[in-house]
């Protein structure tokens, strides 16, 4: 079963497609890699998902339901997480959870229920401090965790580690990955090693054109280089390793060596 389906959406803004004519399937509890540049139609088609953009021409199903501009009914069953979430900065996580839940409908006891399973899902159990002092990663992982209230049956997530550091960026990637096989998640980025991470299956968008569709086994199989990856717990020891590396003149070309040429397929397909 598909949890979103889209069938020859196009979008034009002032003679110029940012969406042409394009369609594509999410199948239910995976995770979809959306890949493309900035500027190529990532944010439009998730603004016409939500209902908030009207399309020229196309459909757009989630969980077999239409989605109508303006006021759909189907954002009952979807998240979001924009690239960088707002929140009120006096407030603290529980007080804006609570906040959130109160305005769609939940009872007192399913918001401290539910705040306090997510809070502990984002490592933010023990944050008992106003939000206005929370680091970038902190603030992301809490939108993740207001995008989840509701239970959602699809979740959709903007650009979620583009502005984050290394350890953000992972932080947000585990949480991710704790939620694959339970929510549908449509993952947004021009991050390819994340993408590889935890995607199942991708699209790239170019041009407001969809350039290439496939599982993420698929394009193993088609591209795959031998390569290894190495985490670090800290940033500190991943320096220390490349000055070392550097001093012995054995540097790898980035920290991030992904283990499929995913940049070479991106860039392929981009053109």
């Given at each position: 079963m598909n949890t979103l389906e889209i069938r020859n959406l196009t979008k034009t803004f002032g003679g110029r497609k940012a969406v042409d004519n394009i369609s594509f399937a999410v199948p239910e509890n995976c995770v979809f890699g959306f890949i493309g540049a900035n500027g190529a139609g990532k944010t439009t088609t998730m603004k016409m998902i939500l209902g908030l953009l009207d399309?020229?021409?196309?459909?757009?199903?989630?969980?077999?339901?239409?989605?109508?501009?303006?006021?759909?009914?189907?954002?009952?069953?979807?998240?979001?997480?924009?690239?960088?979430?707002?929140?009120?900065?006096y407030m603290r996580p529980v007080d804006y959870l609570k906040l959130c839940g109160e305005i769609v409908g939940m009872s007192k006891s399913a918001i401290r229920k539910r705040s306090e399973e997510l809070l502990t899902?984002?490592?933010?159990?023990?944050?008992n401090k106003k939000i206005g002092g929370f680091s970038r990663g902190m603030k992301q992982r809490l939108g993740m965790a207001q995008a989840l209230l509701g239970e959602p049956?699809?979740?959709?997530?903007?650009?979620?580690?583009?502005?984050?550091?290394?350890?953000g960026r992972r932080e947000v990637l585990d949480i991710l990955k704790q939620i694959k096989g339970k929510?549908?998640?449509?993952?947004?980025?021009?991050?390819?090693?994340?993408?590889?991470?935890?995607c199942d299956r991708v699209a790239v968008i170019s041009g407001g054109k969809i350039t290439l569709q496939k599982s993420m086994s698929e394009l193993k199989v088609q591209h795959k280089t031998?390569?290894?990856?190495?985490?670090?717990?800290?940033?500190?020891?991943?320096?220390?390793?490349?000055?070392?590396l550097n001093e012995n003149n054995f540097a790898p070309t980035n920290y991030e060596t992904p283990t499929i040429s995913i940049e070479d397929i991106f860039l392929g397909v981009a053109k």
């Open positions: 399309a020229d021409h196309g459909e757009i199903d989630v969980c077999g339901e239409r989605v109508r501009f303006g006021a759909t009914k189907t954002n009952r069953l979807v998240g979001y997480l924009s690239d960088v979430p707002e929140f009120y900065n899902l984002v490592g933010l159990s023990e944050a049956k699809l979740l959709i997530c903007d650009e979620p580690t583009s502005a984050l550091d290394p350890i929510t549908t998640v449509i993952f947004s980025t021009h991050i390819l090693s994340d993408v590889e991470r935890i031998k390569a290894m990856t190495i985490e670090f717990g800290r940033e500190v020891d991943s320096d220390e390793v490349m000055r070392v």
